[in-house]
């Protein structure tokens, strides 16, 4: 047989069997495995882009209660510090009240002991009055409770008058 | 799987019961064979184990031949259409119903009968060695995948395991490594199927052909025949999945200065030539490559038996070296065997390739 030499028998058959063979495999075969191929390299390739989404959003995650964190922290020290100065200005606030509410009550008691002073000032000069006419009418009295005495002083008294 | 063991048991039962069958009728013919008692013929010896034939001789022992008969199929003009067993020519010797193996000749190793005392071939349709080797090789290849097909859709969405496992980066392979850079992303989708076929088939033929007994030892792949029809295959596709772009590149080569096209289309011609070039190249290759291996092979066998003649012990002494040889080269052979079915594929995915390129 030649090396060379083409075989219409050969041919025939290869041509036909291969045919059928490449048919047969194509649909029962290669495309089954191919398409889970596919499938299972699409699957894989979805789970990882969902990792990676799952990591970032974990990361987003922390990065959030990061932030929260700080802030939270930031408004607790804002509070603080509101506080501090609301108790502050309360102090200081009562400190004033205080002070003004002493001093108004000071110069109540001032006024007050001033005019207690002077009501009793005026009391004194009109006892002192009442006891100097009293003392003046015993004196009188005293010294007028003779006529002789009496006619005296009016003696006296004119003569005085007469002067001026 | 089992029932497939137990086919091939039957088979291989079958096969050899035929052998016995064969010898045993040999027996009655020996006589043909002893007159001519010939020197050692390395390239007879050579040829006939890389042609194909019509029975597929497994081993001789003396005058002991042991093969499968095999079909054959003839239509003649004289006796019209014949069929039967290849033992009814005793391995050439005898003829039947007006056939016999032509022994010398234009037709030398081809079914030949007389009419009117001239020589002539039938259409030959038999069975030869080489088709019932591609034929038994296409039965392992539907078993193998349409197996693994149906591993994937049954353990769908689970790891792949045992057979299915091993073909799976092969197949990974073939397609992430030939076809997309060959065809690119878009286009090659559709040409996979043909592309694993021819990929699995050349590759497990060229391994069967380097297996020396039966089911192995055609030579299959180093048959230009069946190299041609796979490089048609190919050549059918790329010519029908050619799209404008492609054709025009034939018959208007751009970038070309116009007088290499008018009057004389110049260009043209030596395009279309390149189209039937490309195929034949790959025809050729193939069989090249695994007849040339195969010969090496059979070539250190034959050193045994032509230094054997001039006396035992330089023929003890050669096959050391030999085997030596043969070892080396089997393997050769084996990666040989994977790199022609790479070639081809990624030759084939390279026209396709061609074929569909967009404009750019």
Do not use: C
């Amino acid at each position: 047989m030649g090396l060379l030499s083409f075989e219409l028998g050969t041919f025939i058959w290869m041509f036909l069997a291969f045919a059928i063979v490449l048919f047969i495999l194509k649909k029962f075969a290669w495309k089954p495995i191919l398409n889970a191929l596919k499938e299972r390299e699409e699957s894989i390739e979805d789970a990882l882009r969902s990792a990676d989404r799952a990591k970032e959003e974990m990361a987003e995650l922390q990065a959030d209660n990061e932030r929260i964190l700080q802030e939270a922290r930031k408004e607790r020290e804002a509070m603080l510090k509101e506080a501090k100065e609301m108790s502050s200005k309360i102090v200081n606030e009562a400190k004033q009240k205080a002070s003004q509410e002493a001093d108004k009550l000071v110069e109540s008691a001032r006024a007050n002991i001033e005019s207690e002073k002077a009501a009793a000032l005026n009391e004194i000069k009109a006892q002192v009055a009442n006891l100097s006419v009293e003392i003046a009418e015993k004196v009188l009295r005293q010294q007028f409770a003779e006529d002789q005495q009496q006619k005296d002083y009016f003696k006296k008294l004119m003569d005085e008058v007469k002067l001026n | 799987m089992k029932n497939i063991h137990r086919l091939l048991l039957i088979v291989f039962f079958i096969a050899s019961a035929a052998t016995a069958f064969a010898s045993d009728e040999h027996d009655k013919h020996a006589h043909h064979d002893t007159h001519k008692k010939e020197k050692f013929q390395a390239g007879e010896f050579i040829m006939d184990h890389i042609a194909d034939a019509y029975d597929w001789h497994i081993f001789s022992i003396g005058d002991f031949h042991a093969s499968i008969p095999l079909p054959v199929i003839l239509v003649s003009e004289q006796s019209g259409f014949n069929m039967f067993m290849s033992s009814k020519f005793y391995h050439g010797h005898s003829a039947y119903k007006g056939f016999y193996i032509a022994q010398e000749g234009e037709f030398k190793g081809k079914v030949v009968e007389k009419i009117n005392g001239q020589e002539v071939r039938p259409f030959d349709i038999s069975m030869t060695k080489n088709v019932v080797a591609m034929l038994i090789s296409m039965m392992i290849l539907l078993w193998i995948f349409i197996s693994v097909a149906k591993a994937y859709t049954r353990r769908k969405g689970q790891a792949p395991k045992g057979l299915q496992s091993v073909m799976e980066p092969i197949i990974i392979f073939v397609r992430d490594e030939i076809a997309k850079p060959a065809i690119g992303e878009k286009n090659y989708e559709r040409f996979m199927p043909f592309l694993l076929t021819i990929f699995f088939f050349i590759w497990l033929n060229n391994l069967m052909g380097l297996v020396p007994l039966f089911p192995g030892g055609a030579n299959v792949t180093g048959n230009i025949t069946v190299t041609m029809v796979l490089a048609l295959f190919t050549f059918i596709i790329t010519t029908f999945s050619g799209n404008k772009n492609y054709w025009v590149h034939i018959f208007n080569t751009p970038g070309v200065p116009w007088w290499l096209k008018f009057p004389v289309p110049l260009m043209p011609v030596v395009e279309f030539m390149g189209m039937i070039t490309k195929p034949i190249v790959l025809m050729v290759r193939l069989f090249a490559n695994i007849t040339a291996g195969h010969m090496i092979v059979l070539a250190f066998v034959s050193l045994i038996f032509i230094f054997g003649e001039k006396g035992a012990a330089a023929g003890f002494g050669t096959s050391v070296f030999s085997v030596a040889f043969i070892v080396f080269m089997d393997i050769l052979e084996l990666l040989v065997a994977l790199i022609q079915a790479f070639v081809f594929t990624l030759l084939s995915a390279l026209y396709f390739g061609m074929a569909t390129e967009e404009h750019h």
